[in-house]
């Protein structure tokens, strides 16, 4: 039986009729972290009681003396593990809480975020608690058994099981492992050379991390495709207390560095401010159609500094992607960083020129920074069938991409899958991943890739006015000119690449020839359209073609009912 049939059997057994099944993933998750950080300490859990039992008169906390002499990242002082606790029922309770507070500051924190207190109390009220204790302690998770990578996926696959009953937000916990592998190739690929260097040390960021997936998958594929000497240090930062306990969990267990996992609100409260750390490669798939009220006060605080983060313009309050991606645009290093996102189609379109997605968008494309825009399947998220978009953004553009948009259609490049997951009915195997992969490096337009230059997305909204005219007379200002009547006032698109007058004399004045241009309301704006780039015009059949067909299927219905 693997791990994932074992902890659904728990929650079966223990919490069935006593809990919500939304709650099973806030009670389970923590004993699962608790149970594999026992496994990871086994070896050495009695030399760490005996040391400390040592020092603790002589220092306030000799935690950081225990793990530098054991060379571990974590300890409890605690007699007890979730097995020993089994052995005194009578005790249970109180033993439990000794052994939570018995943990090093460093998994305290992950504790607290867990909310583990109230869990207990309810699971006591519920005669449920040594019988959860007491299933888990029959678990193997020792590292020898289950590795870092497996440990990790369990993690995952529980979380998005547990979101899903729990109806959360698509995608805002767990975003599927063939996403993110096609991202992250996108994302390194260009990059070989320059990380095949010898002693190459790298940062990675994720300021949306959830259980840090997507960091970990991004580490393993530079070890694997390029070289298992580049250093990656990874860097996150999480809102939700229960994902931030996870991934926190994972950093430490699997020897990564958790304080590295930073908590709260990315948007409000920036965790690698103080240090103003800037990054080499950030990859995030933030929450989309979300609303940011919450945070409003203090963006909109900040779009005010011409110095932060958000100075260029803000998208309306429901939808706070381009925030995030504005927030990783600040984190680039001046020397150059790569940076990999999964959108929504939002961010391409919405708002008109002078709105805060525009301006966010001429921002970004005025100063060269979009690389590539990949079109994924749709049905590609677990609680999701809408289609969704990887954007790649740089400061440092090849040559031969200085200037261009390179957009992808990627739409078909998937394979069905046997049983749907939620909403998940297809997967881009990996090569569909190559597929995609190549047309990017290749650079050359074809069926599924458009090359554009930078202005041709742009375009100049122009304010058109038609004379205000009462009793049959043009009326008119103090110094002669027209009256505008504001009821006939229109605006035009004009694109970058065409001269506005031209445009006005050829288009526009030819229809209103009383008409005229007020420049002063110019505005640039900056949108993309993939519907329009791949747009296949199919011819339309003829009504004969449309009557032969009606006829066969009349024919076909009435040959059933004979």
């Known amino acids: 039986m693997n791990i994932e049939s074992l902890i659904w059997g728990i929650c079966d057994d223990v919490l069935r009729d006593d809990f919500k099944r939304h709650e099973y993933g806030d009670i389970i998750l923590p004993f699962l972290v608790l149970r594999r950080l026992d496994c990871v300490q086994e070896e050495h859990k009695d030399e760490v009681v005996k040391l400390y039992n040592e020092l603790k008169d002589k220092f306030d906390d000799p935690s950081d003396i225990i793990h530098t002499k054991l060379n571990i990242n974590f300890s409890n002082h605690s007699r007890y593990d979730l097995r020993r606790l089994v052995n005194e029922p009578s005790k249970l309770n109180e033993n439990l809480f000794e052994y939570l507070r018995s943990f090093s500051p460093n998994i305290q924190d992950i504790i607290v975020n867990f909310k583990l207190d109230s869990w207990i109390e309810e699971l006591e009220k519920n005669d449920c608690l040594y019988q959860l204790i007491e299933k888990f302690s029959e678990v193997d998770l020792h590292p020898t058994k289950v590795d870092n990578h497996l440990m990790g996926s369990i993690f995952e696959e529980l979380l998005r099981k547990f979101s899903e009953m729990s109806n959360e937000t698509s995608g805002e916990h767990y975003t599927p492992r063939d996403i993110v592998n096609l991202l992250v190739s996108l994302v390194f690929s260009p990059e070989i050379e320059e990380l095949s260097k010898p002693n190459k040390i790298v940062s990675l960021y994720d300021p949306c991390c959830g259980t840090g997936g997507m960091l970990t998958i991004g580490k393993k594929w530079i070890k694997e495709n390029i070289s298992e000497t580049?250093?990656?240090?990874?860097?996150?930062?999480?809102?939700?207390?229960?994902?931030?306990?996870?991934?926190?969990?994972?950093?430490?267990?699997?020897?990564?560095?958790?304080?590295?996992?930073?908590?709260?609100?990315?948007?409000?409260?920036?965790?690698?401010?103080?240090?103003?750390?800037?990054?080499?490669?950030?990859?995030?798939?933030?929450?989309?159609?979300?609303?940011?009220?919450?945070?409003?006060?203090?963006?909109?605080?900040?779009?005010?500094?011409?110095?932060?983060?958000?100075?260029?313009?803000?998208?309306?309050?429901?939808?706070?992607?381009?925030?995030?991606?504005?927030?990783?645009?600040?984190?680039?290093?001046?020397?150059?960083?790569?940076?990999?996102?999964?959108?929504?189609?939002?961010?391409?379109?919405?708002?008109?020129?002078?709105?805060?997605?525009?301006?966010?968008?001429?921002?970004?494309?005025?100063?060269?920074?979009?690389?590539?825009?990949?079109?994924?399947?749709?049905?590609?998220?677990?609680?999701?069938?809408?289609?969704?978009?990887?954007?790649?953004?740089?400061?440092?553009?090849?040559?031969?991409?200085?200037?261009?948009?390179?957009?992808?259609?990627?739409?078909?490049?998937?394979?069905?899958?046997?049983?749907?997951?939620?909403?998940?009915?297809?997967?881009?195997?990996?090569?569909?991943?190559?597929?995609?992969?190549?047309?990017?490096?290749?650079?050359?337009?074809?069926?599924?890739?458009?090359?554009?230059?930078?202005e041709y997305f742009g375009y100049t909204k122009v304010q058109v006015e038609q004379p205000l005219v009462e009793d049959g007379q043009v009326k008119k200002d103090r110094s002669g000119k027209p009256k505008p009547d504001s009821k006939l006032r229109d605006h035009e698109r004009i694109p970058l690449k065409d001269s506005i007058d031209e445009y006005y004399e050829t288009e526009v004045k030819p229809h209103l020839p009383d008409s005229w241009m007020d420049r002063s309301k110019d505005k640039v704006g900056y949108e993309i359209s993939f519907v329009k780039e791949f747009y296949k015009f199919e011819k339309l059949k003829n009504t004969n073609e449309i009557k032969n067909e009606l006829k066969l299927i009349e024919e076909e219905i009435f040959s059933l009912k004979i």
Not at 301 to 313: A, L, M, Y
Not at 411 to 438: A, V, W
Request: charged share 25%.
């Open 230 to 454: 580049v250093e990656v240090n990874m860097f996150g930062q999480e809102k939700n207390g229960q994902t931030y306990s996870i991934c926190k969990s994972d950093f430490l267990i699997t020897g990564e560095q958790p304080e590295n996992i930073k908590r709260w609100s990315t948007l409000s409260r920036d965790g690698f401010q103080d240090t103003n750390r800037k990054f080499d490669y950030m990859i995030c798939n933030p929450p989309y159609g979300v609303s940011w009220t919450k945070e409003e006060k203090f963006v909109k605080n900040e779009s005010k500094d011409p110095t932060g983060r958000f100075s260029v313009g803000t998208p309306r309050v429901s939808d706070g992607q381009l925030l995030f991606l504005q927030h990783m645009i600040s984190k680039m290093e001046p020397s150059g960083s790569r940076i990999g996102v999964v959108f929504n189609g939002s961010p391409m379109f919405t708002g008109d020129s002078g709105s805060g997605e525009s301006e966010i968008r001429k921002w970004i494309i005025e100063n060269d920074w979009l690389e590539t825009i990949v079109q994924l399947p749709d049905r590609m998220f677990f609680n999701t069938g809408i289609t969704t978009y990887l954007w790649i953004v740089t400061n440092k553009k090849s040559q031969q991409r200085k200037r261009k948009i390179q957009l992808i259609d990627g739409s078909n490049y998937f394979q069905s899958m046997r049983k749907n997951l939620g909403d998940k009915g297809k997967e881009i195997t990996p090569e569909n991943r190559d597929q995609i992969l190549s047309t990017y490096l290749n650079f050359e337009e074809n069926e599924i890739c458009k090359i554009f230059e930078n």
